[in-house]
């Protein structure tokens, strides 16, 4: 618990040592995910070119979001499998409104988007900094905020969770006393049993407001929970690559200013005399020439324009042809600066997902993993951290509605990735089945296939996949299954289910359990059986 002397001693005492160290990594970690700082970062760097080139080369420098964007990509994963579990619970029965408040934690965003939208940006570029439930001074609303670790002045965090924070302060005003002004701060603090209102003008420090709460906690967690044993405070994920991607920046900086500044061919030109002054330099009244502004020569070109160009002495040497040209940037340079940002890329990508990626022709520009056993691990680590920190956020909103009969939340976030291709998966799906692989195992590959295929639309993937349980013998050919020694009705099932699907909408699907649709699926079969009719041979008539 704060007390007023160690509030004094935080709020007018100087930032820690550990503190200003984690805003440099939160610099360069936002230098690299929102392009913020970068005109700073190569001005530092920059000791071999003049301010003109320099500001060149800022002007057209390439941000790294872009690449950051590359980098993450695959955790998107997490967010689109399948499945999961949450769980609260409550002394007596869960209320009815609990699951529906957790639809609006901040402006409408359900808690769940908060975790993909607004926190995982915060894992990557502030690890240390906090995700805040925000409370009215009535105590009727809240909404989850997030504070930067540069708006943090201090705080004592056990993992990711937090036993008391200082903010800086978020107000700060000229007052007058004894006839003269001084400037005057206010801040908040925030401890397992209170919030802190606190008034500093330097020389004098008072807490001026002390308002209790029932949260038993700080109501918020750190971004992270990847610890750095020699830093002695949480980083990102990407902190192994900070080193590479800054090398990115620059080397993308020094390609583009060189493309800019080179890749307009320069005209030349055999001196020719001005045809219009005849290199005289001057017009018949004695003006300056118009064409050749006073020196002599013809530049340009017109397109009525005839060059009479004299044929060389026997003792004089060829003329060029033809007599101009263009003189071309070395493309070699270009090429040599790609592929060494390509090589670059290739190994932060490698550094952080333990693989990297190959492509076809038919394929897509991120082509397919080589292993993908390193990034189902990555992944997994990616969603431990999450689920830890999505379960601690549901504990603290559970305690701001319900703070007497809350008791506890479980977060489950399901592992069922699809990071292959769909041809891969399809592929992979036809072998298991012609080695007649179980049943289980099939429909587990078949379901990761529809969830690859319709990965960007979440209603056909459920559709084909609940229609999956509805057929019968899904993994067997209708000619396979008419062999079978099976009810006929089971038969004909399999039989009309082509057909039958055709009048399924992916709507109708969302409305109905597998169980619901299959009785739909044998009563049309059963409507569409065709009893067989004796056959009356036909007697030819002899004539």
């Known amino acids: 618990m704060l007390e007023a002397n160690s509030l004094t001693a935080i709020i007018q005492g100087e930032t820690s040592n550990k503190i200003k160290a984690m805003r440099q990594d939160f610099a360069a970690y936002v230098r690299h995910v929102f392009g913020k700082g970068t005109d700073e970062y190569l001005a530092q760097i920059n000791e071999y070119e003049n301010a003109k080139q320099h500001e060149l080369r800022k002007k057209h420098a390439i941000e790294n979001p872009w690449i950051i964007e590359e980098l993450v990509r695959p955790v998107d994963n997490i967010w689109q499998a399948k499945g999961g579990d949450e769980t609260y619970t409550f002394t007596g029965e869960t209320p009815e409104d609990f699951i529906e408040s957790l639809n609006d934690v901040r402006g409408g965003m359900s808690l769940q988007s908060f975790m993909k939208e607004i926190w995982f940006q915060r894992f990557v570029s502030d690890p240390n ?25 201090d705080y004592h ?18 007052e007058e006393k004894d006839g003269k002004e001084e400037k005057v701060s206010y801040s908040w603090a925030v401890d397992e049993k209170n919030y802190y209102k606190c008034k500093n003008s330097g020389d004098d420090f008072a807490i001026i407001e002390t308002r209790p709460h029932t949260f038993r906690m700080v109501p918020g967690v750190i971004n992270s929970a990847i610890f750095n044993t020699e830093k002695g405070f949480k980083v990102s994920p990407l902190d192994k690559q900070m080193g590479m991607l800054d090398s990115y920046l ?76 263009f003189a071309q940037t070395n493309f070699e340079t270009c090429d040599e600066n790609r592929k060494e940002l390509d090589w670059k890329f290739d190994k932060i990508y490698h550094s952080l997902w333990g693989t990297t990626t190959e492509t076809s022709e038919n394929e897509t520009a991120t082509g397919r993993f080589i292993d993908t056993m390193p990034v189902y691990n990555k992944l997994n680590m990616f969603a431990d951290i999450a689920q830890t920190i999505h379960r601690q956020l549901a504990i603290i909103w559970g305690k701001f509605k319900y703070p007497i009969t809350f008791q506890d939340a479980k977060i489950s976030y399901s592992r069922r990735y699809v990071i292959e291709t769909p041809d891969t998966l399809w592929k992979r799906y036809q072998d298991a ?26 209603q056909m993937a459920d559709y084909y996949i609940t229609l999956m349980y ?37 709507a109708m699907v969302e409305t109905k359990t597998a169980d619901q649709l299959s009785k739909d699926l044998y009563a049309f079969a059963a409507e569409r059986k065709i009893e067989p009719k004796e056959i009356i041979p036909v007697v030819p008539v002899n004539k």
């Open 433 to 458: 089945r012609e080695k007649k692989s179980p049943e289980m195992s099939l429909n587990y590959m078949l379901e990761q296939f529809y969830y690859s295929e319709f990965a960007s639309n979440k």
């Open 470 to 506: 509805v057929e019968p013998y899904v993994h067997s050919t209708i000619d396979e299954v008419e062999k079978l020694t099976i009810q006929e009705e089971i038969k004909l099932a399999k039989r009309y289910f082509p057909e039958w699907q055709k009048g399924i909408e992916p």
């Open 157 to 174: 965090a056990k993992g990711i969770n937090i036993d008391w924070i200082v903010f800086e302060p978020d107000v700060e005003i000229i």
């Open 250 to 325: 620059v080397m993308n900086s020094i390609k583009q200013i060189y493309q800019v500044k080179h890749n307009f061919a320069i005209p030349w030109a055999i001196e020719q005399v001005c045809p219009t002054c005849n290199g005289s330099r001057r017009t018949s009244n004695n003006a300056e020439c118009p064409t050749c502004h006073g020196s002599g020569k013809g530049y340009g070109k017109d397109v009525s324009d005839l060059w009479v160009i004299p044929k060389p002495q026997p003792d004089e040497p060829a003329l060029p042809m033809p007599p101009f040209g």
């Open 129 to 153: 900094g906090v995700i805040f439930l925000e409370v009215s001074e009535d105590g009727k609303e809240a909404h989850y905020t997030y504070k930067a670790i540069t708006k943090i002045k």
